[in-house]
């Protein structure tokens, strides 16, 4: 019976309370839990109003796991303390490989064999959290603090929708668990933009958000933050003797109700571990919540029991630690870079220093906008991070430097070629603002980046094209154009020093194979402002020919799926530029093809959408995408309920999370190439 038909049969009240609360924990458990739902928000916030109703009706059935008594009166002012019934430890670190061999090393010494099974799971970045049960209902929750007493957040803790008020049934007359709660990305971000909108200073990162939130005085307050929790081990379960390993207990609470993160790997021997670990850092960036490190722990709990503990941390459990995404560092200066659609972007030099795996010495500013609002400047500490595991950026000021250079104040005109520059809005975007931007066509650093760009391997993957050719062939004056790639010949390479007549046939055949990219290639190469693969591949398909889409006016591109004005705009500008216009003609008589090609329709894909995550090793995302549309298919961005298949590469992450969830068939890369051949 569905939750909507039962409460239209009439009933006792007491029974229709009970039915609403079991119907809302289902909703909470499928939401929070499985990231499935089974009902809209809408209908949700209508039994919810029931709910409350009858209980504002009935004050005497009220119960303490009733889904109204989440959020419940403000905490008296002062910090309550609870004393755990067995201490929170900490874990060891391991930084790398023979760390992890050495911790190995000592496990099977302490055990005397190696034939040893551990459960790898990842490392949530997140606040240690202590939550017991008793009789099946929440009772209390809280920190770590110092292992032997924590601070009461029992009143925070019941507001988490991922967190069960009550056990389901079967579950042990008393369960005292761990676990990290945390704070989805995507929660952090609309939480730093609403206290950026209320001039308030945001949270450097969501660990600090969550630790913030957890102990909140106020549960409405807390219950804003939207926090969440996933379980990780156990201190007492009555009855965990009847289970002999983690891996077993994991599975069991699950059943009980609680949240578990299903990225856990059984493994056995270093090999195996490391790969688990490598997997596992591969999806770092895909995850909606913030990881640090996997956690390898001795499966067996008989095992564990043998190994002991020392003052501090477990012998049978340790944590590798995944390449830092923060570090601290000095600003060297501020500079001024020109990309290759002409926008001015200011660019911090700093002192290298070692951040998410690499070294890096530089991040954007982004604009100037972004200059006053950090109020950053040359000689300053800062604080950086690696944005999505990639892209460096400076997050604050940690320490002013005594004798301060001034903030750079917005040029008057481009650095490089000394033209005076356009600007653009820039609201709604990542940071508001304007862009500056040159527009001079014979600027030196645009013509050098787009002859990188164009030549790049998701443009015309001309291999051989990089930096440091491209860079001898301007200084040459052999090119002034991309369309002067195709002008190239062996004479003119030959008196480049980085060629030699074996190097230059190769260019020049690299060249000449590039003629023969798809349409959405040449578009994406091309580099049109707003316009990246995905909207390339739109655009292709949509206008089937180069004359066609630089016909197009800004009505027609906005009808192509998921472009909006701003790239419409930006298109048909970029096509009313009388050079840019003699530059296509240049390539279409070089022999460049200006095609896409169609999707008959009726080949053996015909009406199929693909999806492609993780890395694909023998083929490009682009190149794949052409086999599956050659072959009457689509390629979709996203998983959604028209998605036939999805192709799963190495480090495939939520995408391929999600595809199971939904029952869409997977396969993988070999799969794949046998069904397209």
């Known amino acids: 019976m569905s939750d909507r038909a039962s409460r239209l049969i009439p009933c006792h009240p007491s029974e229709e309370i009970f039915s609403?609360?079991?119907?809302?924990a289902r909703h909470d458990h499928q939401y929070y839990v499985l990231a499935a739902p089974v009902v809209a928000d809408q209908e949700y916030d209508a039994l919810m109003k029931r709910l409350a109703a009858l209980e504002a009706q009935y004050p005497e059935l009220v119960t303490a796991d009733s889904p109204t008594q989440r959020v419940g009166a403000k905490m008296p002012s002062g910090t309550r303390t609870l004393r755990h019934d067995v201490r929170l430890l900490s874990l060891d670190n391991t930084y790398a490989a023979e760390d992890l061999r050495a911790w190995l090393g000592r496990v099977y010494k302490g055990l005397g064999r190696d034939d040893v099974d551990f459960v790898v799971e990842l490392k949530i970045d997140g606040v240690s959290a202590a939550i017991t049960y008793e009789q099946?209902?929440?009772?209390?929750?809280?920190?770590?603090?110092?292992?032997?007493?924590?601070?009461?957040?029992?009143?925070?803790?019941?507001?988490?929708?991922?967190?069960?008020?009550?056990?389901?049934?079967?579950?042990?007359?008393?369960?005292?668990?761990?676990?990290?709660?945390?704070?989805?990305?995507?929660?952090?971000?609309?939480?730093?933009?609403?206290?950026?909108?209320?001039?308030?200073?945001?949270?450097?990162?969501?660990r600090n958000a969550a630790a913030g939130a957890l102990k909140l005085m106020d549960p409405v307050e807390a219950a804003g933050r939207h926090l969440r929790f996933f379980l990780h081990s156990f201190a007492r379960v009555n009855g965990a003797a009847a289970m002999a390993s983690h891996s077993a207990f994991l599975e069991q609470a699950r059943a009980w109700g609680f949240p578990v993160n299903t990225h856990t790997r059984l493994c056995r021997g270093i090999d195996a571990i490391l790969v688990a670990c490598t997997a596992l850092e591969a999806m770092r960036a895909d995850l909606p919540y913030d990881v640090d490190g996997a956690v390898i722990k001795v499966d067996r709990f008989d095992d564990q029991r043998a190994l002991g503990e020392t003052m501090k941390s477990p012998r049978w459990a340790v944590?590798?630690?995944?390449?830092?995404?923060?570090?601290?560092?000095?600003?060297?200066?501020?500079?001024?870079?020109?990309?290759?659609?002409?926008?001015?972007?200011?660019?911090?030099?700093?002192?290298?220093?070692?951040?998410?795996?690499?070294?890096?010495?530089?991040?954007?500013?982004?604009?100037?906008?972004?200059?006053e609002r950090l109020g950053v400047a040359a000689g300053d500490r800062v604080l950086i991070e690696r944005a999505g595991d990639v892209?460096?950026?400076?997050?604050?000021?940690?320490?002013?430097?005594?004798?301060?250079?001034?903030?750079?104040?917005?040029?008057?005109?481009?650095?490089?070629?000394?033209?005076?520059?356009?600007?653009?809005?820039?609201?709604?975007?990542?940071?508001?603002?304007?862009?500056?931007?040159?527009?001079?066509?014979?600027?030196?650093?645009?013509?050098?980046?787009?002859?990188?760009h164009f030549a790049a391997r998701?443009?015309?993957?001309?291999?051989?094209?990089?930096?440091?050719?491209?860079?001898?062939?301007?200084?040459?004056?052999?090119?002034?154009?991309?369309?002067?790639?195709?002008?190239?010949?062996?004479?003119?390479?030959?008196?480049?020093?980085?060629?030699?007549?074996?190097?230059a046939a190769q260019l020049l055949a690299a060249v000449k194979q590039s003629c023969e990219r798809p349409l959405s290639r040449l578009i994406?190469?091309?580099?049109?402002?707003?316009?990246?693969?995905?909207?390339?591949?739109?655009?292709?398909?949509?206008?089937?020919?180069?004359?066609?889409?630089?016909?197009?006016?800004?009505?027609?591109?906005?009808?192509?799926?998921?472009?909006?004005?701003?790239?419409?705009?930006?298109?048909?500008?970029?096509?009313?530029?009388?050079?840019?216009?003699?530059?296509?003609?240049?390539?279409?008589?070089?022999?460049?093809?200006?095609?896409?090609?169609?999707?008959?329709?009726?080949?053996?894909?015909?009406?199929?959408?693909?999806?492609?995550?993780?890395?694909?090793?023998?083929?490009?995302?682009?190149?794949?995408?052409?086999?599956?549309?050659?072959?009457?298919?689509?390629?979709?961005?996203?998983?959604?309920?028209?998605?036939?298949?999805?192709?799963a590469g190495e480090?495939?992450?939520?995408?391929?999370?999600?595809?199971?969830?939904?029952?869409?068939?997977i396969i993988n890369e070999q799969a794949f190439e046998e069904l397209t051949a």
């Open 20 to 24: 609403l609360r079991e119907a809302l």
């Open 136 to 206: 099946g209902l929440l009772v209390r929750g809280a920190t770590r603090g110092d292992g032997e007493t924590g601070e009461d957040v029992t009143h925070n803790i019941r507001t988490m929708r991922s967190v069960p008020l009550r056990l389901r049934p079967g579950a042990p007359d008393y369960v005292d668990v761990r676990g990290e709660v945390y704070m989805d990305k995507a929660d952090f971000e609309k939480l730093n933009a609403a206290r950026a909108r209320a001039g308030e200073e945001p949270f450097v990162n969501p």
């Open 319 to 371: 944590a590798f630690k995944f390449a830092a995404y923060q570090a601290t560092t000095t600003i060297r200066d501020i500079v001024v870079q020109v990309g290759r659609t002409g926008v001015l972007t200011p660019v911090a030099e700093f002192d290298p220093v070692f951040c998410g795996g690499v070294t890096i010495a530089r991040a954007t500013l982004h604009n100037f906008d972004e200059i």
């Open 391 to 452: 892209i460096p950026k400076i997050v604050k000021v940690l320490e002013r430097a005594p004798e301060r250079k001034a903030v750079r104040k917005l040029p008057t005109d481009c650095p490089l070629c000394r033209e005076e520059f356009v600007v653009t809005a820039l609201a709604g975007q990542e940071f508001d603002g304007v862009l500056h931007r040159c527009i001079n066509p014979e600027c030196p650093r645009q013509l050098e980046r787009r002859l990188v």
């Open 458 to 503: 998701d443009a015309m993957d001309i291999d051989g094209m990089g930096e440091a050719a491209v860079r001898q062939l301007l200084e040459k004056g052999l090119v002034r154009t991309v369309a002067d790639i195709y002008t190239l010949d062996t004479d003119a390479l030959l008196k480049l020093d980085l060629f030699g007549a074996k190097k």
């Open 524 to 647: 994406f190469a091309l580099g049109i402002a707003n316009i990246g693969v995905k909207a390339s591949q739109a655009l292709a398909r949509h206008f089937g020919s180069m004359e066609a889409l630089s016909a197009a006016s800004e009505a027609d591109i906005c009808a192509v799926a998921d472009l909006g004005e701003i790239s419409a705009s930006a298109v048909v500008e970029y096509f009313s530029r009388e050079a840019v216009r003699h530059q296509v003609s240049a390539l279409k008589a070089a022999g460049v093809n200006m095609i896409e090609p169609r999707a008959t329709g009726t080949g053996k894909l015909s009406g199929m959408t693909f999806v492609f995550t993780g890395e694909l090793l023998r083929h490009t995302r682009h190149a794949a995408g052409l086999k599956v549309i050659a072959l009457g298919g689509d390629v979709g961005a996203a998983v959604t309920k028209t998605t036939a298949c999805v192709v």
């Open 651 to 665: 480090g495939a992450g939520s995408k391929l999370e999600k595809a199971r969830r939904m029952g869409i068939r």
